[in-house]
């Protein structure tokens, strides 16, 4: 990446009347674009807009989109929240080195089908709060891409109580995944986000529906519910894994995910 | 642009591009223990702390350390001289290339974990990569480092 002038802003609108600029882009830990073939003509860096925090209240997380995935990993409360889901999905993303430098923006941002984070997230049903556009869900901003410029603020997770279980399949540690899988269970509905299929992640619907539907858990409902996971999602090949194997793989990670969630609540 | 970092507890300043990247503005003015590796990221050796954390300095722009510390492996010599004589113990050293960054990150663990599991210490260290990959012995002397109490 080649950066022509190099901003930090301390006011939001001066950021964003900067960012509307022909070249102009966001800079938030910088790990992911340093890789790109990119110019940016002009680089706007948000690390003088106060976004770097983690607030709590009773009901939500309210996580500021220059918060670094460490500093969600280690947060006294978040690291613990859904038996750690999070926490569990970040401790697979490199090492503790880049996971200091990475934020939960570019990661949202980057839309990266590859990610490990964006699977819980998900499944949390989070919300994002972005400076003009306001507040839309992770849900719809992953299916579709943005067409406006806008500065991603804050990431919001509305506190629940049930169980979650994330799985990721990668070749060596800091490998990208091939497949993971994010299943949650909040009081008696379950919901299941399937990603690096190798494209973003993606709710499986027709699978919650029937999962939520079903009167009783068996072993027959879950393998169905399995089954219809690898028919709605779509998966694709690349160089970590072909399609038939992902395929293969999401019915065991799904079957595997439901019966983790299914017994009992952990918080 | 102008950076002032504070280098090992002493204030540098230095005139930087926009797109340059802490190793390179580091090994420019001759911290040489910053090693360069893969140059993305992966493999660990160009670890520095910031503020105490260690983060991949190949991935870190220089602009960005403006106002922070930043350390070495200099500016830990005691504790990395003895992590250097527990990896000569256990046979863990072979070319050395990986032992700055390595120590940085093991001296940052010991300050941020107590009584790790064998489990928690690969994980913290996954970023570290030896490329004469020896970890086992790597492993034995870190533990004995982070005086693991055996269970
Ligand atoms: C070598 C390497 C390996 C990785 N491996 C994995 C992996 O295995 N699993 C995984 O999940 N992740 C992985 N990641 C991705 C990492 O977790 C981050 O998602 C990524 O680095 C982006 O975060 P960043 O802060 O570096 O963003 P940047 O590189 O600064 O930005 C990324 C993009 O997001 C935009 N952006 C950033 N913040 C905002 C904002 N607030 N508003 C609007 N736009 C914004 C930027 O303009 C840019 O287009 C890897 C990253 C690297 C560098």
Redesign the pocket.
Same mark, same amino acid.
């Given at each position: 990446m080649k950066i022509e002038a190099y901003t930090v802003p301390t006011d939001l609108e001066e950021a964003y009347q900067l960012l509307q600029k022909e070249d102009a882009? %966001? %800079? +938030? =830990? =910088? +790990?992911?674009?340093? !890789?790109l073939p990119k110019t940016l003509v002009h680089g706007i860096d948000?690390s003088g807009l106060k &976004?770097d925090t983690i607030n709590e209240t009773e009901e939500n997380y309210t996580i500021g #989109?220059?918060v670094t !995935?460490r500093q969600i990993e280690t947060h006294s409360s978040l690291r613990t929240y859904m038996g750690g889901v999070l926490q569990e999905a970040i401790s697979? %993303?490199?090492g503790v080195p @880049?996971r200091n430098?990475? *934020?939960i923006?570019? *990661?949202v +941002? =980057?839309r990266?089908g590859? #990610?490990? &984070?964006l699977t819980p997230l998900l499944a949390l049903r989070a919300n994002l709060v972005f400076y003009k556009k306001g507040q839309i869900t992770l849900e719809s901003y992953l299916k579709e891409a943005p067409k406006e410029k806008? @500065? !991603?603020?804050q990431v919001i997770i509305k506190k629940e109580y049930g169980k979650a279980n994330y799985t990721t399949v990668k070749k060596t540690a800091n490998?990208?995944?091939i497949l993971n899988v994010s299943v949650m269970k909040i009081g008696t509905h379950f919901r299941v986000a399937v990603g690096a299929r190798p494209s973003v992640a993606t709710l499986a619907t027709k699978t919650m529906a029937y999962l939520n539907e079903s009167k009783a858990l068996t072993e027959e409902v879950i393998e169905k519910a399995a089954a219809i996971a690898v028919e709605e999602i779509k998966f694709g090949s690349n160089a970590r894994g072909s399609k038939a194997y992902r395929t293969q793989l999401c019915k065991v990670l799904v079957e595997r995910g439901i019966k983790e969630v299914a017994y009992e609540n952990t918080n | 642009m102008k950076t002032q970092i504070k280098i090992n507890g002493k204030l540098r300043t230095f005139e930087v591009e926009p797109d340059e990247y802490l190793v390179d503005t580091l090994r420019k003015h001759h911290y040489y223990s910053v090693k360069k590796g893969c140059d *993305? #990221?992966?493999c660990g050796v160009c670890t520095v702390l910031l503020d105490g954390k260690p983060i991949a300095s190949c #991935?870190y722009l220089s602009v960005k350390a403006n106002g922070h510390a930043v350390t070495t492996v200099e500016a830990i010599e005691e504790e990395a001289t003895h992590l250097a004589e527990l990896f000569g113990k256990e046979g863990a050293d072979q070319c050395g290339f990986c032992n700055p960054g390595l120590a940085l990150t093991v001296h940052a663990m010991k300050k941020e974990l107590t009584d790790p599991t064998d489990e928690d210490i690969r994980e913290y260290l996954v970023g570290n990569l030896c490329r004469c990959s020896g970890y086992v012995s790597q492993h034995r002397a870190i533990k004995a480092y982070m005086e693991v109490r055996e269970s």
């Amino acid at each position: 990446m080649k950066i022509e002038a190099y901003t930090v802003p301390t006011d939001l609108e001066e950021a964003y009347q900067l960012l509307q600029k022909e070249d102009a882009g %966001i %800079i +938030a =830990g =910088g +790990a992911w674009l340093k !890789l790109l073939p990119k110019t940016l003509v002009h680089g706007i860096d948000l690390s003088g807009l106060k &976004l770097d925090t983690i607030n709590e209240t009773e009901e939500n997380y309210t996580i500021g #989109s220059m918060v670094t !995935l460490r500093q969600i990993e280690t947060h006294s409360s978040l690291r613990t929240y859904m038996g750690g889901v999070l926490q569990e999905a970040i401790s697979h %993303i490199m090492g503790v080195p @880049i996971r200091n430098i990475a *934020t939960i923006g570019g *990661t949202v +941002a =980057g839309r990266y089908g590859f #990610s490990d &984070l964006l699977t819980p997230l998900l499944a949390l049903r989070a919300n994002l709060v972005f400076y003009k556009k306001g507040q839309i869900t992770l849900e719809s901003y992953l299916k579709e891409a943005p067409k406006e410029k806008d @500065i !991603l603020l804050q990431v919001i997770i509305k506190k629940e109580y049930g169980k979650a279980n994330y799985t990721t399949v990668k070749k060596t540690a800091n490998d990208f995944p091939i497949l993971n899988v994010s299943v949650m269970k909040i009081g008696t509905h379950f919901r299941v986000a399937v990603g690096a299929r190798p494209s973003v992640a993606t709710l499986a619907t027709k699978t919650m529906a029937y999962l939520n539907e079903s009167k009783a858990l068996t072993e027959e409902v879950i393998e169905k519910a399995a089954a219809i996971a690898v028919e709605e999602i779509k998966f694709g090949s690349n160089a970590r894994g072909s399609k038939a194997y992902r395929t293969q793989l999401c019915k065991v990670l799904v079957e595997r995910g439901i019966k983790e969630v299914a017994y009992e609540n952990t918080n | 642009m102008k950076t002032q970092i504070k280098i090992n507890g002493k204030l540098r300043t230095f005139e930087v591009e926009p797109d340059e990247y802490l190793v390179d503005t580091l090994r420019k003015h001759h911290y040489y223990s910053v090693k360069k590796g893969c140059d *993305t #990221s992966s493999c660990g050796v160009c670890t520095v702390l910031l503020d105490g954390k260690p983060i991949a300095s190949c #991935s870190y722009l220089s602009v960005k350390a403006n106002g922070h510390a930043v350390t070495t492996v200099e500016a830990i010599e005691e504790e990395a001289t003895h992590l250097a004589e527990l990896f000569g113990k256990e046979g863990a050293d072979q070319c050395g290339f990986c032992n700055p960054g390595l120590a940085l990150t093991v001296h940052a663990m010991k300050k941020e974990l107590t009584d790790p599991t064998d489990e928690d210490i690969r994980e913290y260290l996954v970023g570290n990569l030896c490329r004469c990959s020896g970890y086992v012995s790597q492993h034995r002397a870190i533990k004995a480092y982070m005086e693991v109490r055996e269970s």
